[in-house]
């Protein structure tokens, strides 16, 4: 049973017991009042599974992981930098990679294995090897640098999101994220690394894990587009005193749960954080045929670019939303259809109401915007998370360069 | 052989043998300087075919026309409004379509069942009845008429999208399209109508339809949603006085490349003309497994957001084109990708070339741009047309409203 989820006040990844954090500037981005490299530890080795980009152009640094992580799922560090993807960037790329990690290894008395390498940034250009070494030797690695270590992967964010939360006074299990652009169900430019000191098996661990980022991080979209170094690693370092979570258990439906909601969290403060955005909304359809045509149809409606600007414009054009359904669930009938715009319901079974349109439209001034669906010919539920489309989200796609 | 295709000046849908039609100003739009009500018929019956949204929210006068084509493949007429697409109406929609085919059955002397009907517009709004009866009693059917009916059909569009090609001095092709927003793959909001006098099989000129639109109409996009409106048809009146065109002959083959090479200028017009485009964009993707595989990812390519956004801001962004490609291909090495922006080659088999990045910039200052993809793994071809994502593209849609 949940007995409690709280989120610890001013959480971050290094809320979990045994991991350290830390980060610098190191000279990899031009502005030198930023942070670029970011270093995260534990003191004893976690149960590790990662969740990658489903594009088939995969960055060196998530080709290092996916290699490391099936051959042994246990890691002690993450090594991520932001401003340089090293993505295209071929067989040097990937031997780069290697070596940055060589480099973790030998500063903090690491085996080269441990340390699992993450990049995000400008595709195509090549790693400053030696700028990251320097880098290295600047990290203080301290019990609250979970904060410059979420700032210091941030690309065209305009704030770090992370969280912590404390499971029945167990455990704990906390979240760093970055992303804001190039994001779309299956990752998007996602990075997520999840801590937990809970003690945990592996195949309840790797459950929970799968089922949680399946729910949050896999229903973003920001603007249809995946990126090559999309990652979500979870590192469990089993410090905490709970007894050992089995699968299948009370515990592991808990943990699961927990794990689930800090997740979502996350997943909601990367979609609000979306470039250009002024609203996140949020799309529940309800009675498709299973979770997947809900899910297809949520992140269609989520990710439309006719019900972004729609939103944005705060009009209630439901026939967006129903167009965007309907090119993508499995079928159709218009007369079953019913949708609500906050708590306003605007068409019943196919019968457009006589709602009050300008208390949607002023529904629709609001931050959080809510959408709700029902196809009914079915007990498939999804939710997905997306933002409005603004001028802004143009301009800065049309500045920001290779 | 295909000895000369011509275009013909000032063609339009009439210039084709024993087509009339005309438009007028009914009153369904708000703006009586607009025409909104056109009507186009031909003296003889016209074998016909359809092309219809894939959408599973499909308009009232999709549904007529599915149904009247699938019972009979001909037809005479085809009346269209702007303004008001008659979607989400319900059965009521229905039965209205059905009604204003018969009041042009009425006052123009024919069957109902030789008219199609087709709408555009705002979503879940009823047709005016009366309205297009009075409208009906205004248009005078003209063989020039083919220009006001260019004009009736169109919404957000400013240019009207008409041309006529001549085959080998023996027939014409023509064709009339509306769209500028919710386009995508498999038809956006499109309407597309051809009138042919060529003397042609039912079955050559099926397969000719079937393979001319899968190339061209269906590799615009705009925005990646489609409508429930989307149609296009096609007339053939077999008044031209060549030798009926049987399947799987020379001449056979001439006419799929003439309507091939019309119905790319009109998907090349629709793409140029996307709601905020400044830019033209062209992809060609090669080396794809299959036709299928190429398609995919050149309509990936055209339609990403970010290479949109790139192409708006000429900035010469490789990565997002080889992402768009990662994320949409079935199986990418990135070490065989080759990419070129105009003539400039940018990849050559995974290796970053060290190109002119000042030449770049300048070709993607070109009202038409580009890009060209080898994929290096198959013989698979494509293309695909979109335009550029400005600014004033959020401007439209946050301001039209439902």
Known sequence: MIDSIEFVEDGNITSATGFFAGATYSGIKQNSDS?????????????????????????????LCIERLSKNPYAKAIIANSGIA??????????????????????????????????TGIIGQKLPLETIKNGLLKIKLTKSGGHKFAKSIMTTDSVPKEAAIRVNGDYVIAAV????????PNMGTMLCFVTTDAKISPEALKTAFNDAVEASLNMVTIDGDTSPNDSVIILANGQSQNEVILPNTEAAYVFGEALRQILIYIAKKIASDGEGA???????????????????????????LLVKTAIHGADPNWGRIVAAAGRSC????????????????????????????????LKLHDKNIFISLDLDHGSGRAVAWGCDLSKEYVHINSEYTT
């Open 278 to 304: 002024t609203k996140l909304m949020e799309v529940t359809v309800t009675g498709g045929k299973e979770f997947n045509e809900a899910a297809k149809v949520a992140r269609a409606i989520a990710s439309s």
């Open 86 to 119: 090293n993505a295209g960037t071929g067989k040097e790329g990937l031997r780069d990679a290697y070596i940055v990690a060589k480099f973790v290894a030998n500063e903090f008395n690491l085996e080269s294995t441990d340390v699992l390498v993450c990049s």
């Open 35 to 63: 942070l670029d490299l970011g270093l995260l530890i534990s003191e004893t080795p976690c149960l590790s599974f990662g969740l990658f980009t489903c594009n088939q152009f995969k960055a060196a640094p998530v080709e």
């Open 177 to 184: 994220a970055k992303g804001s652009g190039m994001i779309h």
């Open 330 to 361: 499995f079928e159709m009938d218009f007369e079953r259809v019913s949708l609500s715009i906050g708590n306003i319901k605007i068409i019943n079974k196919g019968r457009v109401l006589n709602y009050n349109k300008k208390a949607a439209e």
